[in-house]
């Protein structure tokens, strides 16, 4: 008797078991593609979990932007509520106000204003680091300014950044000290020192000296 093929098989087989053969290939099929499925999103859900710790660890390991402490002296050229314009050099710079801005205004001092402890900002005379030829004398609390340790006669001495003692000459200079002002003493055409700090771009005044008319400062 002669060999059946396959064709005569599937003849011999009722239309019942066909069926059932059929329906369980495609269980079969099915289950196979729900487990490739189900393994492809349980990757793709722990890679999504490990991104989302990831960017949280950065977020609360980010540092705090950055501020440089910025010194400007030059002249008011436009002011609003919440701005000073200073031309410094031949550029002209944007500093914000802020409720917490100091202003101070600088008048005619002695050499007896410069005590120990003490802050002062001072000129030194071109060429020279150790002879001045204008001295801001500032307020104990004032938020710029250097510290003096110690007073002699015609001169005043601080620490310079080596922590050493520093000297510096004031026989013959300008003497200034300070007393209170307000935003209004910083009127377009004055000239000021600005103390401001810088963050992200934005340069926010601390304290700001109004100068005389002459001051050497600029």
Known sequence: MAESNFGDVIKRQSLPTLLGAVALVLVVGLGAGFGIGYKVEQSRTKSDLKKARDAAAAKATKKPAATAAVRLIGKVDAT?????????????????????TT??????????????????????????????EEVIVLPAQAKLGTLITDVGSGSMTFKNTKGKDAKVTITGATIDKVQNATKTDVATGSTIIAE???????????????LPAGSKFV
């Open 80 to 100: 609003t509520t919440t701005n000073v314009s200073i031309t410094v050099g031949k550029a002209s710079r944007k500093v914000a106000i802020r409720p917490a």
């Open 103 to 132: 202003y101070v205004k600088a008048v005619a001092g002695s050499a007896s204003d410069i005590t120990k402890g003490s802050r002062v900002i001072f000129k030194g005379k071109q060429g020279s680091l150790t002879v001045a």
């Open 196 to 210: 401001t700090r810088q963050t992200n771009g934005v340069v926010t005044a601390t304290e700001i000296i109004v």
